[in-house]
């Protein structure tokens, strides 16, 4: 494992640079006995500025993992974070990165503290990084931080609860442009909400990211969804990633056999389609992640398995000019 | 006749509050063999009127008015003991959440042979035949060892087949199937909806599919029921709903789906407002107050529904305005080459 101490020159061209992320984690599996469920392992990935890059999977794939653990919220195990051409590795760096790197989470009832107000949720960030000089200006950001998720100014003083689920999503949002972040992470930010919210929060998102030229890193599970919104996909299977591509592309001309069979499995809401559409239905459930399949992940489920495919676990590399697959058998 | 006749169905929640009338003057018809869609987001009395039928209603909700006949047999009014026999025989249920519809504390072959005891007349040893002959059905490995485990020793696909055998055991006339693949992955809920369009078509039974996933109305139902705070605002055919929705709601929802085809990204066109409280019902529409396109009448008076299609009638004012609606049923157009 020598490699992975080789010098790794930052792109500039490129925001968030990920290499090798790993992230296991410790599951007591008997009496004195843990093993190491690894959620992600060996993931690297780079999103250029101004860019939505989507991570979608199913559950347990350790989609949301890579999320937080790119924040750092968790301490990785390993693999290196670089931000805007700097590694993030010290206690400093950190402070300063958590101010530009945000976080908008799934469930808009859990995340939001229910002792709080909206407005001291929303002014949290500021609050943490001394980002006002007077009381008079922290107000004026915080109305004008709720005016533009399309908050009600006057609702300030009230508590989460009061809210439904889409007004939570905004006040979520709100906490998360506080501190001016370069870039955000979505973890699946519309995955509660109604159809008819869904598409306000969306098409939200997709403003503020025009006029401040916001980054994001969109997980989730419905994929007409991620493909809407981003510019590139990337698609995860027990805490590997399996390929990646633009959104168009990804879901056009799928290679990797997971993601086809991904693909074909999305519910088209059209009869005409949804009737001819082939479906490759996959047998069995995902592996328990602590039994993760030797070789590639997806073995022991794949059609085109090989003897190759059960020995080594493949490398990402690039197949087409930027659609990069994780697979022998391309 | 009909297999479920629903009429004028009224089902409210008297809470503390006020009343809430989560289903407001429902009514539709399912014929044997088909699949009814049922969709809506969440406080549209979806669940709820699979709740009714069944009844199974948790207090302070109670069914206020209406009839509910099966097999031309009224069931509004029946006695508790009178229900059992027709649930999980004659009509049966399939929940949203296979986590917690299982009980923890017995094997998952006890909860198939409780159905199974109860309902026919096998004895224990022919029961035990029947669960794993049903549980092979469902296409789990290993009946005989699955039926001795727990139901925390599967995994959420399993569960969700190990409650489609249990509805399925004594072979009824009607499935509920509730959000059958809500909490679900798009692979696993692929395979079920699989599983239950094989079954019904095996079978021969009605199913009554309720979800807010516009994606499984379109690949498995036949008829379309959409409805908004506890009415109904349109239903029809599945391609006459898809191809030619007609009520301003339907429209929005359409609307605000993104299309896995479109490739340059058109922005979504959502629905504004949030949706109603159930508490303070207007007296006109319920989805005036959101309606784009909402005249005055709209606020003051619910519209009936017309016939907008040979086989599709909406409950818009819209519609009656720009004249294309009638309360004849207009004879079936040729389809277009």
Known sequence: MENKERAFTPDPEFLLQVRNLKQYFPINTGFMKTTMLKAVDDVSFDIRKGETLGLVGESGCGKTTVGRTILQLYKPTGGEIWFKGKRIDNKEDLKEFRRQAQMVFQDPYSSLNPRMTVADIVAEPIDVHKMYATKKEREERIHELMTLVGLNTEHATRYAHEFSGGQRQRIGIARALASQPEFIVCDEPVSALDVSIQAQVINMLEDLQNRFGLTYLFIAHDISVVKHISNRIAVMYLGHMMEMASANELTKHPLHPYTISLMSAVPIPDPKISRQQQRIVLKGDVPSPLKVPEGCPFQPRCERATAECAKTCPAMREVAPGHFAACHNI | ?337
Request: overall charge negative; some cysteine.
């Open chain 2, 1 to 337: 006749m009909s297999l479920l006749e629903v009429k004028d169905l009224h089902t409210s929640f008297f809470t503390s509050a006020g009343e809430v009338k989560a289903v407001n003057g429902l009514s539709f018809n399912l014929e044997k063999g088909k699949v009814l869609g049922i969709v809506g987001e969440s406080g549209s009395g979806k669940s709820v009127t699979a709740y009714s039928i069944l009844q199974i209603l948790t207090h302070p909700g109670r069914i206020v008015s209406g009839s509910i006949r099966f097999r031309d047999e009224e069931l509004v009014g029946k006695t508790d003991a009178e229900m059992r026999e027709i649930r999980g025989n004659k009509i049966s249920i399939i929940f949203q959440d296979p986590m917690t519809s299982l009980n923890p504390t017995f094997t998952i072959g006890n909860q198939l042979e409780e159905a199974i005891l109860l309902h026919t007349n096998r004895n224990k040893k022919e029961a035990e035949e029947r669960a794993i002959e049903m549980l092979r059905l469902v296409g789990i490995s290993e009946p005989e060892k699955r039926i001795k485990q727990y139901a925390f020793e599967l995994s959420g696909g399993m569960r969700q087949r190990v409650m489609i055998a249990m509805a399925l055991a004594c072979e009824p006339d009607i499935l509920i199937a509730d959000e059958p693949t809500t909490a679900l992955d798009v692979t696993i809920q692929a395979q079920i909806l699989e599983l239950i369009l094989d079954l019904q078509k095996k079978m021969g039974m009605a199913v009554i599919m309720i979800t807010h996933d516009m994606g499984v109305i379109a690949q498995i139902c036949d008829e379309v029921i959409v409805m908004y705070a506890g009415s109904v605002c349109e239903r029809g055919t599945a391609d006459a709903i898809f191809y030619h929705p007609c009520h301003e709601y339907t429209k929005g929802l359409m609307r605000s789906i993104p299309d896995m085809n479109d490739d340059d990204k058109k922005r979504l066109v959502p629905i504004s407002g949030t949706p109603i409280d159930l508490l303070h019902m207007p007296p006109g529409c319920p989805f005036a107050p959101r309606c784009d396109r909402a005249m005055k009448i709209c606020l003051k008076e619910k519209a009936k529904e017309y016939w907008v299609g040979h086989d599709q009638l909406s409950a818009c004012w819209q519609n009656i305005k720009d004249g294309i609606c009638s309360t004849e049923r207009p004879e079936k157009e040729e389809e277009e080459a």
